[in-house]
């Protein structure tokens, strides 16, 4: 079974509806990532949480929220989707024991089409 | 402000050639790591590197970390279409989250 997992894998929505993207890990790491994609480019940071009480806003964080229900679950939340919220969505996992080295895990993926 | 410059942003090469991709930045990072995403995955760890000046090879890939830990650079040697993939590199401070360059996309022709 996978480490990290995403829930769910493809959806298509309309324009003002909310949705959640779901991720649960079995690594017990400490700390998870949201991750935007659009095609042929590179990682945009949408939020990160270094443990179950911490959130963090990263680069492109307006239009979504987060909510870590659990050390192993980090979900991500669409209020109202508008069609340039259409991406690849990644939920990655990391263990601060690590050191400085901080190696991080990604998810499958969601992609995301917004009508 | 992107604080991890990659270049090139795209390559295409025949098979059996050689390339390097370079990743730059005007900071100090206490490691860097590579990553290499296929299409339809998420992207998968390929190597760190933690010392100023340090060499890695995987395989055909040779990964190596400037003196200054400012920079890093990744050749691959006789490219064959499984190398073909978009590749991330990742600078590391301590117990801060990783800075992602915006990637090299990759594509290794027949």
């Known amino acids: 079974d996978a480490d990290v997992t995403q829930t769910p894998r493809n959806r298509i929505t309309k324009t003002g509806k909310r949705i959640m993207l779901e991720c649960s890990q079995t690594k017990g790491h400490d700390r998870m990532y949201w991750y935007r994609q659009d095609p042929g480019l590179g990682l945009q940071l949408i939020y990160y949480?270094?443990?179950?009480?911490?959130?963090n806003k990263g680069e492109i964080s307006d239009g979504y929220s987060v909510s870590r229900q659990a050390q192993a679950k980090f979900s991500l939340s669409l209020e109202s989707a508008i069609p340039n919220q259409t991406a690849l969505y990644f939920c990655a996992t990391s263990d601060s024991s690590s050191g400085h080295t901080d190696t991080q895990y990604f998810g499958p993926g969601t992609r995301l089409t917004v009508l | 402000t992107q604080l991890l410059e990659q270049s090139p942003q795209f390559l295409s090469i025949q098979e059996g050639e050689n390339l390097t991709v370079y990743c730059n930045s005007s900071?100090?990072?206490?490691?860097l790591q590579w990553y290499r995403q296929e299409p339809g995955e998420g992207p998968v760890l390929l190597v760190t590197v933690v010392t100023g000046g340090e060499v890695k090879k995987l395989k055909r890939l040779t990964f190596q970390f400037g003196d200054a830990r400012k920079d890093s650079s990744l050749h691959i040697t006789a490219a064959q279409p499984g190398d073909t993939g978009l590749y991330l590199c990742a600078g590391g401070r301590g117990a801060q989250k990783l800075v992602f360059g915006q990637g090299t996309r990759l594509t290794i022709n027949p």
């Open positions: 900071s100090v990072f206490s490691s």
């Open positions: 949480s270094f443990d179950v009480k911490d959130i």
